[in-house]
């Protein structure tokens, strides 16, 4: 049973492009979680997303931020117009069932560059 | 408005001797709470968690203590080994969904395991 995949793991942007950051959940997981660590910071929570569906995205930026997690497929967090204060680590996390009774497995990041 | 604190950045402790972790909070609606490691350039990974029912959870080297009335848990580690070094990470959810289901991190404790 493979854990949480992201790719990719790093990801140069510059000014202005956009970045996608994907996430495959673990096998049998719908409930998906994305987080930022800026250095020497601890993890921010961005967004919850069951299937299909957002369920809370009050740590998204109100613009520029947005995130799926498709019927097929995997989440996909995506960042217009990057600038270079979004340069950071993006941490994945998925669990079975909501939060509150489980633990969620986090992948291995995608480290964003923003030059 | 930090809802989960570390108040310790980093903490230093001898091999073979005890290490002690340190988390408060301030939402009563979280009602679990989880503690994760952190080696650099990687995820965090689940080690250990207490639901509010409980004051103590033990597994192996790893203990959860809770005190709910003060809001504050620990993560004990006896005896500390070096390969203990990391970043950990203390977590609170609530249950009753909405954004109290997600997880909340706190900013990290260092800890170093000095042979």
């Known amino acids: 049973n493979a854990g949480v995949m992201q790719n990719p793991r790093h990801l140069v942007r510059r000014r202005g492009q956009e970045a996608r950051l994907r996430c495959s959940p673990m096998k049998g997981h719908s409930h998906v979680y994305w987080y930022r660590q800026l250095p020497e910071e601890g993890l921010k929570f961005m967004v919850y997303l069951q299937k299909e569906n957002i369920i809370d995205e009050s740590g998204m930026p109100k613009e520029r931020f947005s995130a799926e997690f498709p019927k097929e497929g995997p989440s996909i967090l995506r960042i217009q117009q990057v600038v270079r204060g979004d340069s950071a680590a993006y941490f994945c996390a998925s669990s079975p069932r909501a939060p509150g009774s489980t633990e969620a497995f986090f992948g291995q990041g995608t480290r964003l560059t923003v030059v | 408005d930090q809802q989960v604190k570390q108040n310790s950045p980093s903490l230093s402790v001898q091999e073979g001797r005890i290490s002690i972790l340190n988390c408060d909070y301030t939402?009563?609606?979280?009602?679990?709470f989880l503690w994760y490691k952190k080696y650099p350039a990687e995820g965090p990974t689940f080690l250990i968690s207490i639901s509010s029912i409980k004051d103590k959870n033990e597994d192996g080297r790893f203990t959860v203590f809770l005190n709910k009335s003060a809001k504050h848990l620990s993560l004990h580690i006896v005896p500390s080994q070096p390969g203990d070094s990391a970043v950990y990470f203390c977590a609170a959810s609530g249950s009753d969904g909405g954004s109290q289901g997600n997880l909340i991190f706190g900013k990290g404790t260092k800890l170093s395991v000095k042979p």
């Open positions: 939402n009563s609606m979280f009602d679990y």
